[in-house]
């Protein structure tokens, strides 16, 4: 299953991520609710910007769709070096749909963390930071 993390930037310059196009929809419905003069966003209208090429963004400067694996790349790689045939599980290596099945584990927890804090301002720094403590990637 491909999953995507969806970029939203709004007038203001503020960024917001999310895994829903249904949050996007209601994000950018949200941020023009005093404007009776918007026309609101609905599902097939994210669909046409995001999947259609339709360059007709309102009300926002930008939407983008990553893949969620190019977008945690580095996360990923990382802690696939610490889990396999590391001394962190006692040098056993793991079978290739073992590893694909640890790396969703890992991206549904990282997700979580990653995309609340950027949502609230915090610097990329701070968040991988926070990722390598939590998830004990660099001893």
């Known amino acids: 299953m491909i999953r995507t993390i969806f970029k ?9 991520y999310t895994t829903s196009r249904v949050d996007v929809v209601n994000k950018i419905n949200d941020y023009h609710k005093d404007d009776e003069t918007f026309k609101q966003y609905n599902i097939n209208t994210i669909n046409g910007v995001l999947y259609n090429n339709n360059k007709k963004v309102r ?6 769709r990553f893949n969620v694996r ?13 889990i396999n045939g590391s001394s962190f599980n006692h040098g056993k290596n793991y079978s290739q749909s073992s590893i694909k099945r640890l790396q969703n584990q890992f ?3 990282i ?9 609230n301002g915090e610097t ?4 991988k930071e926070h990722i390598y403590k939590v998830a004990m990637l660099k001893c």
Do not use: A, H, R
């Not at 009300?59 to 983008?64: D, F, M, P, Y």
């Not at 996360?75 to 070096?81: A, C």
């Not at 997700?111 to 949502?119: F, R």
């Not at 990329?124 to 968040?127: A, F, G, K, P, R």
């Open 111 to 119: 997700n979580m963390e990653i995309l609340e804090q950027k949502n």
């Open 8 to 16: 939203i930037t709004l007038e203001d310059d503020k960024s917001y």
């Open 124 to 127: 990329d720094d701070n968040i």
């Open 59 to 64: 009300g926002v400067k930008n939407v983008e």
């Open 70 to 82: 190019d977008f945690y790349k580095d996360y990923i790689d990382t802690y696939t070096d610490k």
């Open 107 to 109: 991206i549904d927890f």
